[in-house]
């Protein structure tokens, strides 16, 4: 066939195909299907060979020619179906800075942490220290020391989870006591707030719950000073109006013991619900530190007296927030929880 006709055909045929081309790449790969190594105009240069001397430079050009005219025609395509493809994408990415955004619900604070701070805030403005003890305990912290030895009927008050013989989850935040006393010269006024664990599971009892302990050593406190201090702490928790009162109680780690009740803040201790129509509600026990515990952490209890005080953290939380099971601040249920706010 002669050359032109030849180069005529595949032009026609390149007009044909391109506009069959619907995107960048597609024209990309055709592209290489004429002008490829292996494609037809390639070849059509490789048949040269076979071509009279004579007619060679007129050839080449015609071919030169086609090859150019292909890229050309190719490169424009690309970029056009490049500027569409672009605009689709930056139009299916395009985003409305207008729409409202999708806010982050915001936390809560856990009542019990609330009551934590809020209890932690009062006694740190009467100058007391944090001490946080261990949570898995030695008998002797949890119970001897604390003037309750192996078979003292006392223990029964708790039950106990022990983890080996002599290692438990403690039972009362009131182990920190000897641990400070242990290693602290009075004058001492320590805070201990921390979880306890012991197997007891109602509404109103958790196998784990949070206590918090204040002991106080120094010289001459009596029963005057702790009755003061709760008092004052009371006030400020409860409100002003809130009275304590002392009961005779027994713990075996303090002598004389006490039970320490607040006039409910409900009804103003006319009688209600709340109270049980006592018109007092349990707040925790307190007592004069006893002289056993002082003289078994080397402080001479002649020269020294202290008085210490614990109540259950959760039990607050209850009071304060009308809350009727504990279970409810443990389940981690935030219907519940975003009640709650700081
Ligand atoms: N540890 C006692 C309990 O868990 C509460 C308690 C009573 C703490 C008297 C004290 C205290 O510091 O003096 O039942």
């Known amino acids: 066939m002669d050359i032109k006709e030849k180069i005529k055909q595949i032009e026609e045929q390149i007009e044909n195909t391109v506009k069959e ?42 071919l030169n020619a086609l090859r150019q005219w292909t890229e050309e025609r190719f490169d424009k395509l690309e970029s056009g179906l490049k500027t569409i493809e672009l605009a689709k994408r930056y139009a299916d990415e395009k985003i409305d800075v207008t729409m409202p955004g999708q806010v982050a619900p915001d936390g809560a604070y856990h ?13 740190l403005g009467m100058g007391f220290e944090i001490f946080e003890g261990p949570e898995i305990e030695n008998d002797y912290y949890n119970f001897t020391a604390l003037n309750t030895p192996k078979d003292h009927p006392a223990r029964d008050m708790q039950d106990t989870f022990y983890l080996a013989e002599n290692l438990l989850l403690r039972t009362q935040t009131s182990s920190g006591q000897i641990r400070v006393m242990e290693n602290k010269k009075p004058p001492i006024k320590i805070l201990s707030p921390g979880k306890v664990y012991r197997s007891d599971d109602d509404a109103t009892h958790s196998p784990m719950f949070s206590q918090l302990e204040m ?100 039990r607050i939380a209850m009071f304060k927030y009308g809350i009727n099971n504990i279970k409810l601040l443990y389940e981690g249920d935030t219907r519940f929880l975003k009640q709650f706010k700081g």
Do not use: H
């Open 111 to 123: 009542p019990t942490t609330l009551v934590t701070r809020e209890l932690i805030d009062i006694f």
């Open 215 to 314: 002991l106080v050593v120094d010289k001459g406190l009596t029963l005057c000073d702790l009755q003061g201090m709760l008092d004052e702490f009371v006030k400020k928790i409860f409100g002003r109006e809130v009275k304590t009162r002392l009961r005779p109680s027994y713990f075996p780690f303090t002598e004389p013991s006490v039970e320490v009740d607040v006039s409910c803040f409900e009804c103003g201790g006319k009688g209600c619900r709340l109270c049980k129509g006592t018109g007092w509600i349990e707040l925790g026990g307190a007592g004069m530190v006893n002289r056993r515990v002082l003289a078994g952490c080397g402080i001479d209890p002649d020269e020294y007296t202290g008085f210490a005080f614990g109540l259950g953290i959760e």
């Open 21 to 62: 081309i619907k995107s960048s790449r597609t024209a990309q790969e055709i592209k290489m299907k004429f002008l490829g190594k292996s494609g037809e105009i390639s070849s059509l240069m490789k048949n040269m060979r076979d071509v009279p001397p004579e007619e060679r430079p007129n050839m080449g050009k015609l």
